[in-house]
């Protein structure tokens, strides 16, 4: 369908522009009709042409310039208005006067320059009116656009949020979470009572962050620092030297990051790749000086698991979307998984 669409689309957009100029050029000429009782046949067909010809030059121009204004209607619809109603009178101008020197000078032989010092206030008037109910149009379509696609991105931003703050919710609370922290809790209330407790303290900073942060876009750096600390504790008391995890994330000033983006990455490292004596895994997050995070990790997938990558990181590809243009990147290689979060950098009263 789209090679269909790609391949008659130039037939299509020409069939509507001529569709256009012959719809223009019959309503112009019955609307100014009294002004042209007194001419004859042929000379009331030269009309109908020019009124054509004068549509459909509008038309492409107002086009163009409503295609090409990279200036938003919903963020700055003063700027944009004013903007687009200066180049419409400008781009009005030309094509009348480019029109009226063709049809002249190609139907009744006049020089260009006789025909520019004939004109008159009402042939600009009549233009201009035309013009109006055109770019109205043209600009209104594209008002109309802009605002689907802004809602359509607003919702699958919405959803992919909720969608990601289910999955982080999931992993933290779903039963083998739970378990596993309680087995290694059981192992060490016997062996171990003051790291019990401190396990028991980490364990609730990590539940506690998670329905902290349900409802919020971003968060500071810092904060997500934090909790990813608790975190990694559990890990390193469930796995001992068996995962090594290197923090380097310092001076987080200001800096901003969807929650839980950080602690989903170690999840799905966890998640994905054994975790042995054997073969240790090892997790390593950096703060670099060009404003991303360095995450990678050595890449050993467990089987079941190799078929099961991407989820989460899509859903923190189209969360970073409404903040900043920057992409996250993934890399993955024989050896090791890459990614680069970039950081948010927007006033605290964002948050």
Do not use: C
Not at 51 to 76: D, H, K, M, P
């Amino acid at each position: 369908m789209s090679k269909f669409y790609k391949k008659y689309n130039g037939i299509f957009r020409l069939r509507n522009l001529l569709t256009l100029s012959l719809i223009g050029g019959v309503l112009i000429t019955v609307i100014f009709l009294p002004l042209y009782s007194d001419l004859s046949q042929k000379k009331l067909m030269t009309v109908f042409l020019y009124n054509a010809l004068l549509t459909i030059f509008l038309s492409l121009v107002n086009g163009f310039i409503s295609n090409n204004v990279n200036i938003s209607w919903l963020e700055q619809p003063l700027k944009r208005f004013f903007v687009s109603l200066f180049l419409t009178i400008i781009g009005t101008v030309m094509v009348a006067l480019f029109v009226r020197g063709i049809i002249g000078n190609l139907l009744f032989n006049v020089p260009v320059l006789v025909l520019l010092k004939t004109l008159d206030t009402e042939y600009y008037y009549n233009v201009i009116m035309i013009t109006l109910v055109i770019s109205t149009f043209l600009h209104g379509r594209a008002f109309l656009f802009e605002l689907r696609r802004s809602i359509e991105k607003s919702e699958a931003l919405k959803r992919a949020h909720l969608s990601s703050q289910y999955e982080s919710l999931k992993n933290q609370v779903n039963p083998h979470f739970l378990f596993n922290s309680l087995n290694v809790l059981t192992a060490l209330v016997h062996k171990d009572a003051d790291l019990s407790e401190k396990f028991i303290r980490q364990l609730a900073n990590v539940y506690r962050y998670v329905l902290e942060v349900n409802d919020q876009e971003l968060v500071s750096l810092e904060k997500e620092k934090e909790a990813l600390l608790a975190y990694i504790f559990l890990l390193k008391i469930r796995f001992g030297d068996n995962i090594i995890v290197e923090l380097d994330i310092e001076d987080t000033e200001n800096q901003l990051i969807p929650p839980l983006a950080l602690q989903m990455l170690v999840e799905n490292a966890v998640k994905h790749n054994i975790v042995s004596k054997e073969q240790p895994l090892r997790i390593k997050l950096v703060l670099q000086a060009n404003d991303q995070i360095f995450i990678t990790n050595n890449l050993q997938k467990k089987e079941q698991q190799a078929n099961h990558l991407g989820i989460g990181l899509e859903n923190i590809k189209k969360r970073y979307q409404k903040f900043i243009d920057k992409e996250v990147i993934i890399k993955e290689s024989e050896k090791s998984f890459e990614v680069l979060l970039p950081i948010i950098k927007l006033s605290p009263a964002t948050l």
